[in-house]
């Protein structure tokens, strides 16, 4: 084992060799952060018709389930609730590694 130990990067230390190659400045604009939100919809739609599929084929959930007004709003209001409490965590860590969100 070697005696001097200058090899060591510090903590937090990038390599000597390090490139930035791409930088997203997302927050600059609320309308960018909106309309990221907005064009995720439809992947939580798709994701939400996997889910579904997946659980009429394993048994989980009856084949003939008729969704009304109530149902619907249900799923969007808990698509709502879990990107905020998603995007609030990414925030929340961010703030605890030094970031700001």
Do not use: C
């Not at 060591?8 to 000597?16: N, Q």
């Not at 009304?68 to 703030?95: A, D, K, N, P």
């Amino acid at each position: 084992m070697p005696e001097n130990n200058d090899f060591i990067p510090t903590s937090g230390a990038l390599p000597d060799d390090y490139r930035q190659t791409l930088y997203w400045r997302m927050p600059e604009k609320l309308i960018r952060v909106i309309l990221l939100q907005i064009l995720a919809l439809p992947l939580a739609g798709f994701s939400g018709l996997i889910f579904f599929s997946l659980a009429i084929n394993l048994g989980k959930l009856p084949a003939r389930y008729e969704f009304g007004l109530r149902e619907v709003s249900m799923v969007f209001g808990g698509i709502l609730l879990t990107l905020l409490l998603h995007e609030f965590t990414h925030g929340m860590v961010m703030q605890m590694f030094g970031a700001t969100p």
